[in-house]
């Protein structure tokens, strides 16, 4: 399975490479008080935690754990104007391009001393402007395919048909500033939709980035609140709340300290592992494991994957000679206490190559060379 990436994005000053350094744990992005101080886009490969590994571990007896990762990438603000050149424009637009998904960091705290880039904090403005610089940008991509495809279809060519078709539709849909994503459309073009590569139509995960205070109730946030009420409206948008500034902080205590520290806040866990959570769960990944003496190990793979799939994940032979996958659900072997025990149960079974892998499922592959 190709990796798969979530991009980072929101105006100048809203906390963006802050999260970014706390996410993968690194000083990487230069977080600064002024706009564009990430110039070239900051890729960093995160860990999905996931309390599963720890009770594996110990079935399994080994002391070598290491967890699935996604990549972040941290792009540099995005200003009104972007799609016609503003700031670092089109440069910035096409790193949101290559992205699966993204994560837009909105600023709801209020701080004199952090400058925003429009004047007073104004969150749901804020997102306004970056999806109009997407739909605009989606505007000049579609109506560049629709020409294309329009010389195309004078030699009666089907595909070329249907994509005029949609991206008539599409483009016009655009034009009364609605997003790709907002498009209704048939199963056959959501497939089609998708080869249009367009900005608007990745899913969003909304990351409001509160002030320290906040942290134990912040519904009580009157920021918090609008973003949640606009895109609980929406299809494919999710939202977290995060502190970025104790994110950052905690990268600099233990494990026990960190715990201390958030436990002083009244919250019990890190808004980083929610976020990081959330943007797996919104790329449509899942995760299963393989267990043994020599390690524990968690696989990405993207919910619907048949056997064989999942098998070529951890390498494309497994997927060429795959014969049986030998699974046990991570409840029933936690249960069970062991591979034998939940065999003896009844819980470990044999699985052919129709069989499509859930969340949590424990396998050992069987494979000709």
Same mark, same amino acid.
């Given at each position: 399975?190709?990796?798969?990436?979530?991009?980072?994005?929101?105006?100048?000053?809203?906390?963006?490479?802050?999260?970014?350094?706390?996410?993968?744990?690194?000083?990487?992005?230069?977080?600064?008080?002024?706009?564009?101080?990430?110039?070239?886009?900051?890729?960093?490969?995160?860990?999905?935690?996931?309390?599963?590994?720890?009770?594996?571990?110990?079935?399994?007896?080994?002391?070598?754990?290491?967890?699935?990762?996604?990549?972040?990438?941290?792009?540099?603000?995005?200003?009104? %104007?972007?799609?016609?050149?503003?700031?670092?424009?089109?440069?910035?637009?096409?790193?949101?391009?290559?992205? $699966?998904?993204?994560?837009?960091?909105?600023?709801?705290?209020?701080?004199?001393?952090?400058?925003?880039?429009? %004047?007073?904090?104004? +969150?749901?403005?804020?997102?306004?402007?970056?999806?109009?610089?997407?739909?605009? *940008?989606?505007?000049?991509? *579609?109506?560049?395919?629709?020409?294309?495809?329009?010389?195309?279809?004078?030699?009666?060519?089907? $595909?070329?048909? *249907?994509?005029?078709?949609?991206?008539?539709?599409?483009?016009?849909?655009?034009?009364?500033?609605? +997003?790709?994503?907002?498009?209704?459309?048939? $199963?056959?073009?959501?497939?089609?939709?998708?080869?249009?590569?367009?900005?608007?139509?990745?899913?969003?995960?909304?990351?409001?980035?509160?002030?320290?205070? =906040?942290?134990?109730?912040?519904?009580?946030?009157?920021?918090?609140?609008? !973003? &949640?009420?606009?895109?609980?409206?929406?299809?494919?948008?999710?939202? @977290?709340?995060?502190?970025?500034? !104790?994110?950052?902080?905690?990268?600099?205590?233990? +494990?026990?300290?960190?715990?201390?520290?958030?436990?002083?806040?009244?919250?019990?866990?890190?808004?980083?592992?929610?976020?990081?959570?959330?943007?797996?769960?919104?790329?449509?990944?899942?995760?299963?494991?393989?267990?043994?003496?020599?390690?524990?190990?968690?696989?990405?793979?993207?919910?619907?994957?048949?056997?064989?799939?999942?098998?070529?994940?951890?390498?494309?032979?497994?997927?060429?000679?795959?014969?049986?996958?030998?699974? @046990?659900?991570?409840? =029933?072997? @936690?249960?069970?206490?062991? @591979? *034998?025990?939940?065999? $003896? &149960?009844? /819980?470990? /079974?044999?699985?052919?190559?129709?069989?499509?892998?859930?969340?949590?499922?424990?396998?050992?592959?069987?494979?000709?060379?």
């Amino acid at each position: 399975m190709a990796k798969t990436q979530a991009g980072i994005v929101g105006l100048p000053n809203v906390g963006k490479s802050t999260l970014f350094n706390a996410l993968t744990r690194s000083r990487k992005a230069e977080a600064a008080n002024y706009p564009f101080c990430t110039i070239e886009p900051n890729v960093g490969v995160v860990l999905v935690p996931d309390e599963r590994m720890q009770k594996l571990q110990v079935i399994a007896g080994t002391k070598v754990v290491i967890p699935a990762t996604i990549d972040i990438v941290d792009i540099a603000g995005l200003v009104a %104007g972007a799609s016609k050149g503003e700031g670092k424009g089109n440069d910035f637009l096409s790193n949101i391009r290559e992205c $699966d998904a993204i994560i837009h960091v909105v600023r709801c705290f209020d701080n004199d001393d952090i400058v925003h880039s429009m %004047g007073k904090v104004d +969150p749901i403005r804020d997102i306004e402007v970056i999806e109009t610089e997407l739909i605009l *940008a989606d505007i000049q991509s *579609a109506e560049q395919q629709l020409d294309r495809n329009q010389k195309k279809v004078r030699s009666q060519d089907k $595909d070329a048909i *249907a994509n005029v078709e949609l991206l008539a539709r599409l483009v016009k849909h655009l034009n009364e500033n609605q +997003p790709a994503s907002a498009l209704e459309v048939s $199963d056959d073009e959501r497939a089609r939709l998708k080869t249009y590569n367009l900005l608007s139509s990745k899913k969003v995960l909304f990351a409001c980035n509160v002030a320290e205070g =906040d942290l134990a109730d912040p519904s009580k946030n009157p920021h918090v609140a609008a !973003v &949640a009420a606009l895109i609980g409206k929406r299809h494919g948008c999710e939202h @977290v709340v995060i502190c970025a500034q !104790v994110e950052a902080e905690l990268c600099d205590l233990s +494990p026990a300290e960190a715990t201390e520290f958030l436990q002083s806040l009244g919250v019990t866990d890190s808004g980083v592992s929610s976020l990081i959570r959330g943007a797996y769960h919104l790329l449509g990944l899942a995760t299963y494991f393989t267990a043994g003496e020599k390690e524990v190990r968690a696989w990405t793979f993207r919910s619907g994957m048949t056997a064989p799939q999942c098998a070529a994940v951890i390498h494309t032979d497994f997927e060429k000679g795959f014969v049986k996958a030998e699974i @046990v659900s991570y409840e =029933d072997l @936690v249960k069970n206490g062991s @591979v *034998a025990a939940a065999r $003896d &149960a009844g /819980r470990y /079974r044999l699985e052919g190559k129709s069989y499509l892998f859930k969340d949590g499922d424990v396998a050992l592959f069987r494979f000709t060379d």
